[in-house]
């Protein structure tokens, strides 16, 4: 069974300022991904980035970056310079990669929720 | 090329009642899930399915039907209603094998109430 753990309910940040959301996870795969999704106020599900457990460099997508520890089995969303429309939900998630069926699961994290402050 | 969608946006049951949420996708992709969201928790797998005709069960499967009899849809039934699966309620569907890169692509969602 896999499980993700998100432990901060609700982040603050200021505008401009860097904030990291701490997400973990607990796999018996030898081989998974990682994702983190974006839910604004109004529902949607957005994909900012994802990161192979077997990729050896930290994932990045603009001001997105991934903190990879497999050690540790973190996956720590990094957003860098904070916008007021960061504000929103935000969720990690796994997927293993232990045959074809996994690409239809993804198991979730509770979430976290960003307040970007003026 | 309108990706996921779902029908309706908003749905009120009273208990009892039976329903089916809609979804189609029009990325000829061979997988496609049911997701449901609480407040206060991530999203739950309910059903899924790896190609027309074959489903299985997901997290969360009691209270809910799934078929898959083209690729293109994957409806959502819902025999009885019960307040507990006032929820919100997202279809999604990725492509299958390589790239495992790709996420799933997500739809709008379904806001379902209970009463």
């Known amino acids: 069974a896999q499980k993700i753990t998100q432990t901060q309910p609700g982040m603050f940040v200021q505008e401009k300022e860097a904030v990291t959301l701490d997400c973990t996870y607990d796999?018996?795969?030898?081989?998974?991904?990682l994702f983190w999704y974006k839910q604004p106020s109004s529902g949607e599900m957005i994909f900012l980035i994802y990161?192979?457990?077997?990729?050896?460099q930290n994932a990045t997508e603009g001001r997105y970056s991934l903190n990879f520890q497999k050690a540790r089995k973190s996956a720590n969303l990094v957003i860098s310079a904070s916008q007021l429309g960061d504000s929103a939900m935000y969720f990690c998630?796994?997927?293993?990669?232990?045959?074809?069926?996994?690409?239809?699961?993804?198991?979730f994290g509770q979430g976290t929720i960003l307040t970007v402050h003026p | 090329n309108a990706g996921v969608t779902q029908t309706p946006k908003f749905q009120v049951l009273k208990t009892g009642q039976s329903m089916t949420l809609q979804c189609a996708q029009d990325?000829?992709?061979?997988?496609m899930s049911w997701y449901r969201q609480d407040p206060g928790m991530g999203l739950r797998l309910i059903h899924y399915?790896?190609?027309?005709?074959?489903?299985d069960q997901g997290e969360v499967p009691n209270g809910y039907n799934v078929s898959r009899s083209t690729t293109e849809d994957f409806p959502l039934r819902l025999l009885s209603a019960a307040p507990s699966q006032t929820s919100v309620y997202f279809c999604?569907?990725?492509?299958?094998?390589?790239?495992?890169?790709?996420?799933?692509?997500f739809g709008p969602g379904t806001r379902l109430t209970v009463l």
């Open positions: 999604a569907s990725s492509p299958d094998q390589l790239p495992s890169t790709d996420t799933q692509y």
């Open positions: 796999t018996s795969d030898q081989s998974y991904g």
């Open positions: 990161q192979g457990s077997y990729d050896e």
């Open positions: 998630a796994m997927r293993g990669n232990a045959g074809g069926t996994s690409y239809g699961k993804l198991t």
């Open positions: 990325m000829n992709h061979e997988y």
């Open positions: 399915s790896v190609g027309a005709g074959i489903t």
